[in-house]
């Protein structure tokens, strides 16, 4: 099955009412001296398919039936980190936009009940250029919405989606996603401070790798002090079928076996390291921890 922008939009309108009726709860932990938010940028309300079509059918049923969750529409909340420390107010992407989905695009929203307005956002950093992560870059007059802020991208994401040979490649049913991708790019091409994996892009802060979801995709390490913290982007996308098999190919990916194999690795990792975790689609504020149970991993949503 295909989904392009007009069959995400009709799927949206179909379900906008009871996405906006189940506002996320933010959260915010200490890590170290500094403090980690969850903004609310609204929701994602998808076809089932987009996610489930390429699993194994009788499989999955037990699991969405575990949690409740349909086969077929996803409502999915978007959860921005927002990470204060000392004179650096960071906000890991930036949001949908008003032109991708009427239930998200709420992150100047969220922002002002934070007691933010966009002017005192200092660094805007990417997990990666798919639309609910990079359409909120543009004001109104196509200007960047966060005028102060420094923007950074992973080098191996901004080559991919700023190759004029992607939206020929990358299927007709995301080839919108890397037209607006590119547009984006372009405004702030002269300013934009790329990186590499490993790389500590601010005092604290550390690039990971974590591709498939898109070819460049990047998680971010936080620490401060003794403690830590992982902002996940899209990495692991969702509480129930990502936890509890990893392992299984997910259409939302652009490249799902390698999508899979980072995920299971990044599993082991946080799980190793009991570390906190922020989800960009993960439920209750998306922030919370990985525990393993008899069926595999779970989320554990609160702040620590």
């Given at each position: 099955m295909k989904f392009g922008r007009r069959s995400f939009l009709l799927h949206s309108g179909a379900y906008s009412t009871a996405a906006i009726g189940l506002a996320p709860r933010p959260l915010t932990a200490k890590v170290g001296k500094a403090n980690l938010t969850t903004v609310s940028d609204g929701y994602l309300a998808l076809p089932g398919d987009f996610v489930f079509d390429p699993m194994p059918q009788q499989q999955l049923a037990p699991v969405l039936s575990e949690f409740g969750i349909s086969r077929e529409r996803l409502t999915l909340e978007c959860n921005l980190a927002l990470y204060q420390h000392e004179d650096k107010t960071v906000l890991f992407d930036a949001g949908s936009g008003p032109d991708f989905m009427p239930t998200a695009g709420n992150v100047l929203d969220s922002l002002d009940a934070a007691g933010l307005t966009p002017e005192e956002i200092t660094h805007?950093?990417?997990?990666?250029?798919?639309?609910?992560?990079?359409?909120?870059?543009?004001?109104?007059?196509?200007?960047?919405?966060?005028?102060?802020?420094?923007?950074?991208?992973?080098?191996?994401?901004?080559?991919?989606?700023?190759?004029?040979?992607?939206?020929?490649?990358?299927?007709?049913?995301?080839?919108?996603?890397?037209?607006?991708?590119?547009?984006?790019?372009?405004?702030?091409?002269?300013?934009?401070?790329?990186?590499?994996?490993?790389?500590?892009?601010?005092?604290g802060v550390l690039a990971v790798s974590t591709p498939g979801h898109t070819p460049g995709h990047m998680s971010f390490e936080i620490r401060n002090g003794s403690e830590s913290a992982?902002?996940?982007?899209?990495?692991?996308?969702?509480?129930?079928?990502?936890?509890?098999?990893?392992?299984?190919?997910?259409?939302?990916?652009?490249?799902?076996?390698?999508?899979?194999?980072?995920?299971?690795?990044?599993?082991?990792?946080?799980?190793?390291?009991q570390t906190q975790i922020v989800g960009?689609?993960?439920?209750?504020?998306?922030?919370?921890?990985?525990?393993r149970d008899a069926e595999g991993y779970i989320f554990v949503p609160g702040a620590a």
């Open positions: 805007v950093v990417f997990t990666h250029a798919h639309p609910d992560h990079i359409w909120g870059l543009l004001d109104d007059f196509d200007d960047p919405l966060f005028s102060n802020a420094t923007y950074l991208m992973g080098r191996a994401e901004w080559d991919y989606w700023w190759n004029p040979e992607t939206v020929h490649t990358i299927g007709e049913a995301r080839a919108a996603f890397a037209v607006g991708a590119r547009r984006r790019m372009e405004v702030i091409e002269e300013s934009v401070e790329l990186f590499n994996d490993g790389q500590e892009i601010l005092p992982m902002v996940l982007g899209d990495a692991i996308g969702n509480h129930h079928v990502a936890f509890r098999r990893p392992d299984w190919v997910s259409g939302s990916d652009q490249d799902g076996d390698m999508a899979a194999v980072t995920r299971t690795r990044l599993f082991d990792r946080l799980l190793s390291e960009f689609h993960l439920p209750q504020g998306g922030m919370g921890r990985v525990e």
